[in-house]
Each structure stands twice: as structure tokens, then as C-alpha cells.
């Protein structure tokens, strides 16, 4: 269940985790495009396919932008749903 924001710091990070977020399927969609990955699942990946998303992030976004550009954290899970899939899924609806 999802807590309610009741303050405005609570706010304020509640937008910049969905700015973060915004910029990880913004990025997933700009490698899958440039890669020609139709995958939505990293489980029908390839390795040279993971290593290939991999660099791509690496160099494109998080080289270029900071190592914080996706959010502080230790660790990236990516589910391969680019800002066109989530679109794409919504419209469905």
C-alpha cells in the first residue's frame, strides 16, 4: 500500500523518484531503438544483447550525465519497458 505525502519534502522526492524513472525508460527506449532489442523481459536477452544495453546506458546516460543521472542507488534494475512500451500499454486500456 502506498503511503500518502503529507509534507512537502515527501512531495519533492516523490517528483524527483518520478523524474528518475522517466529518465530510466527514456534511456531504455533510446538503447533498445539504437540496439534493435524488441525484448521486454532481460530473460530473452542474449548476453552480447545485455552487455550491448549495458554499454549503451553506461556510455549514453550515466558517463555522460553522472553516475546519480537514474537516482542514487547501488543498483539498476531494468525491466526493459522503454517510455514507448509503458505508451504503448496505456493506450491499450
Known amino acids: 500500500m502506498v503511503e500518502k505525502i503529507t509534507n512537502e519534502a515527501d512531495f519533492k522526492a ?15 527506449s533510446y538503447c533498445k531503438g539504437s540496439l534493435e ?29 553522472g553516475m546519480n543521472y537514474f537516482g542514487k542507488r547501488d543498483l539498476i ?10 505508451r504503448k500499454m496505456q493506450e491499450s486500456v
Open 37 to 65: 532489442i524488441n525484448a521486454v523481459s532481460d530473460h530473452n536477452l542474449k548476453p552480447e544483447e545485455r552487455l550491448g544495453m549495458e554499454r549503451c546506458l553506461t556510455e549514453n546516460f550515466l558517463l555522460k550525465h
Open 14 to 28: 516523490f517528483l524527483q523518484e518520478r523524474e528518475h524513472v522517466s529518465r530510466l525508460r527514456n534511456a531504455i
Open 77 to 86: 534494475y531494468i525491466d526493459l519497458y522503454g517510455s514507448d512500451d509503458i
